[in-house]
């Protein structure tokens, strides 16, 4: 099994953490204002590494969660990811933030029902969020989308199955939808040591980006515009 170093900046929480063989071998993390922690990710990644080079361990690859999130965030994260990447010649994974949001509620087994719907939430402003719907196997059901909340936004879900909503844009659901079906869970953030199963998952498939052309989540339209011919 690869040993992956793992980067989440995505939200007010900047994290670091190191998987080895399907574990967790190293982990920290820093509060801030949004995107503010990530200011603290060179020292936190410099401890990371020279925890490894102490014991000896090579990295294999990088992951870092490309998004949605804070723009200030996930760029300090994409930048540092690539720049090791790059500099010690290993593969980069990206995984979607939301997708690392939905991990802890799964490995506890918070969600009881079989055909329930996940719905990371990401705050944006406003009414607004990055949403999307996983069921439990993380298949989408939803793809990412920047949703207005209001009392009918995921009723089409809703009508058919529990859907959990989690995560720092869930309250603005809690003061719109009060479907019998809808479900909030507190306390649910994106953490590095939280990527370790997916990326893992991207590394046994060679699920891996380009590190020359890797963007987060918020420059991929802009990307793919400007990559599109003119004619």
């Not at 760029?75 to 593969?91: D, T």
């Amino acid at each position: 099994m690869a040993c992956i170093l793992h980067i989440e900046t995505s939200t007010n929480v900047c994290s670091v953490a190191v998987s080895q063989d399907g574990q967790c071998i190293f982990d920290q993390q820093e509060r801030g204002e949004r995107g503010a922690g990530a200011e603290r990710l060179g020292s936190m990644v410099d401890e990371a590494l020279s925890f490894t080079d102490s014991h000896a361990i090579p990295f294999d690859a990088v992951s870092v969660s490309c998004g949605p999130g804070s723009y200030t965030g996930l760029r300090i994260g994409v930048s540092m990811a690539k720049g090791i990447c790059m500099g010690r010649g290993l593969k980069l994974i990206g995984v979607p933030t939301l997708e690392v949001m939905c991990v802890p509620l799964l490995l506890a087994e918070r969600i009881a029902e079989e055909d329930a719907l996940l719905c990371p939430m990401i705050d944006a402003r406003r009414m607004e969020v990055y949403a999307a719907l996983y069921d439990r196997a993380l298949k989408v059901v939803r793809p990412v989308g920047a949703d207005v909340v209001g009392a009918d936004t995921y009723k089409e879900w809703l009508d058919e199955r529990p859907v959990y909503f989690f995560g720092n844009g869930a309250k603005k659901c809690m003061e719109a939808i009060s479907h019998p079906n809808a479900h909030y869970i507190d306390g649910v953030e994106p953490l590095a040591k939280w990527m370790q199963p997916l990326a893992e998952r991207r590394w046994l498939q060679e699920q891996f980006e380009d590190v020359a052309y890797f963007v987060p989540f918020y420059l991929k339209d802009f990307v793919a515009i400007k990559a599109k011919p003119l004619i």
